[in-house]
Each structure stands twice: as structure tokens, then as C-alpha cells.
């Protein structure tokens, strides 16, 4: 199956900071997903970007499939932004299932 | 709109015992799919069913686990004989079709005694 790596693996930011966080990705995509695990666990859909670029808020997203990444971006980051960001793919062939990669723990402090 | 709902929140079983693991995914949502997510690790797939086609179920870890899904909807993950290292969080997702945006459920907490 696809190989999805995502990093940094973990961060650490002041409140009000900026960061990047990546995933790459193995083979060719027809679907991404960012995804925000809080602390109880729950999966928050936040982007699905098979390319292209969205924006929600504080948050944006920009997927360039043919150089196989897609990057997260957020912007004055928040104490409730901790947790761990999950970058999901789906091959464009072969298996029916989302690979997820191993996440960016990500660590606000006030 | 409802999401998607899975029940128990929190199950603790004693080795050896059987357990069902229940989802309700979306209304008119074809495709559902059911990971597990150790302590502290990345989520592992399990299985994977699609309107009324032949379930995929590459990702079952032994022929302990095994799952079916009523009518298109309701899905039910029975593990049985259960070990210690089954220990772990259950998630279910459900998208409209297959390679859409899929939305996942708060979870069950199986804990193996």
C-alpha cells in the first residue's frame, strides 16, 4: 500500500505562532484528508484536499498531487489547536481503505 | 445532522470473552470502514464494505475478528476469544461513496482484563 509520512512529528509552539505541517505521500492520490484528533480521542475532519488549496479559518491547506504532498498550515495558533494532526490518503488504484500517517503532535503553550 | 455514532463508548471485557462493537454511520452513506488505534499509535485498518459489493477485509489482524453490516447501514465488528492486545480504540468512518470525505465516529475503548 501507499507510504504516507508526515512531520515533524512533534511541535511545540507559543501561543500566536505559526506552523507548516507536512505529508508525503508515496503514489498517486484520489483522496487526502487532514484530520485533528483532540485530546478525548475524536477525529476532526478539517480539510478534504485531494489538490488544490482551501482555506477555513486559521486554517489552510494546500495539496500539490503531482510533486505527491500536501501541507497544513496554521496561523496564530490557539491552546485548543494542540493534539495530533493526521494527514489520510486513498490510492487512485488498488486499495479501497484511507492510509494514515503516523501524525504531528502538536503542543500549544499560553 | 446526526454523525456517526458507535456504541459502547467504553467496554471492558475479560480475556478470553467475546464482544460486539457497534456503528451507525451517516444516513446514505455507502461506504464504511473500521480502524483501531492503539495507545499512542497511528490507525490501523481493518475493514471495509461498500453498498452491497463483497466487504474487504484485508485488514482483519486474525480470523478472531470478523464483521458484517445489515442492509446497508448498521455494522457490527465482533471480536471473539479476545486477547490482551486487542486492547485499543475501535473507529468507524463512513463516507457517501468510496474516495470521498470520511467521517469518523467518538470511538469504542476496548479494554482487555
Known amino acids: 500500500g501507499i507510504q504516507v509520512e508526515q512531520s515533524p512529528p512533534d511541535l511545540i509552539l507559543q501561543e500566536g505562532a505559526n506552523s507548516t505541517l507536512r505529508c508525503n505521500f508515496s503514489d498517486s492520490v484520489n483522496n487526502l484528508q487532514w484530520f485533528h484528533q483532540n485530546p478525548w480521542g475524536q477525529l476532526i475532519n478539517l480539510f478534504y484536499?485531494?489538490?488544490g488549496t482551501k482555506q477555513n479559518g486559521r486554517l489552510s491547506a494546500t495539496t500539490v498531487a503531482t510533486e505527491r504532498y500536501s501541507l497544513l498550515y496554521i496561523s496564530s495558533s490557539q491552546t485548543t489547536d494542540s493534539g495530533v494532526y493526521f494527514c489520510?490518503?486513498?490510492?487512485?488504484?488498488?486499495?479501497?481503505?484511507?492510509?494514515f500517517g503516523t501524525g504531528t503532535r502538536l503542543t500549544v503553550i499560553p | 445532522g446526526a454523525g456517526v455514532s458507535q456504541s459502547p463508548s467504553n467496554k471492558v471485557t475479560e480475556k478470553g470473552k467475546d464482544v460486539e462493537l457497534r456503528c451507525d454511520p451517516i444516513s446514505g452513506h455507502t461506504a464504511l470502514y473500521w480502524y483501531r488505534q492503539s495507545l499512542g499509535q497511528g490507525l490501523e485498518f481493518l475493514i471495509y464494505f461498500q453498498g452491497n459489493s463483497a466487504p474487504d477485509k484485508s485488514g482483519l489482524p486474525s480470523d478472531r475478528f470478523s464483521a458484517e453490516r445489515t442492509g446497508g447501514s448498521v455494522s457490527t465488528l465482533t471480536i471473539q476469544r479476545t486477547q490482551q492486545e486487542d486492547s485499543a480504540v475501535y473507529l468507524c468512518a463512513s463516507s457517501p461513496q468510496r474516495y470521498t470525505e470520511a467521517f469518523f465516529g467518538q470511538g469504542t475503548r476496548l479494554t482487555v482484563v
Open positions: 489520510a490518503v486513498g490510492e487512485q488504484t488498488g486499495a479501497n481503505n484511507l492510509f
Open positions: 484536499i485531494p489538490s
